[in-house]
């Protein structure tokens, strides 16, 4: 429920936040940053009110918190990144020693 505070000090419930679950959320269409737009295939949709039914909750006052860690990511891409070099290098030793077995055979 969001509720509004007035300046007289009023508290008053303004609206229901309801929750949509689809029967396939992966068939939403992407549209930007984290939008999505109805599609055919994303199936048919239930509207659950916050904190009823599988929908889940919202969280109010509440700050979104990634589960990425970017040091942590940042490091797997530079490892990764080594990894892909020391396999070219391997591939390209190969192909030089190939090669020169070729030279070799004629």
Do not use: C, H
Not at 30 to 45: H, I, K, R
Not at 67 to 75: G, H, Q, R
Not at 78 to 103: F, G, H, P, V
Request: without cysteine; proline residues 5%; negative net charge.
């Amino acid at each position: 429920v969001v509720t509004a505070i007035f300046d007289n000090g009023q508290v008053r419930p303004i609206y229901r936040l309801p929750l949509i679950d689809f029967v396939n959320p992966n068939g939403l269409t992407p549209v930007d940053g984290n939008a999505f737009q109805l599609s055919s295939e994303a199936g048919s949709y239930y509207m659950w009110d916050a904190g009823v039914g599988p929908a889940g909750e919202v969280s109010s006052s509440s700050l979104e918190n990634s589960t990425v860690d970017i040091a942590e990511e940042f490091s797997n891409m530079i490892i990764t990144q080594r990894a892909y070099s020391s396999n070219a290098k391997i591939i390209q030793t190969a192909d030089e020693m190939l090669q020169e077995l070729t030279n070799l055979k004629r």
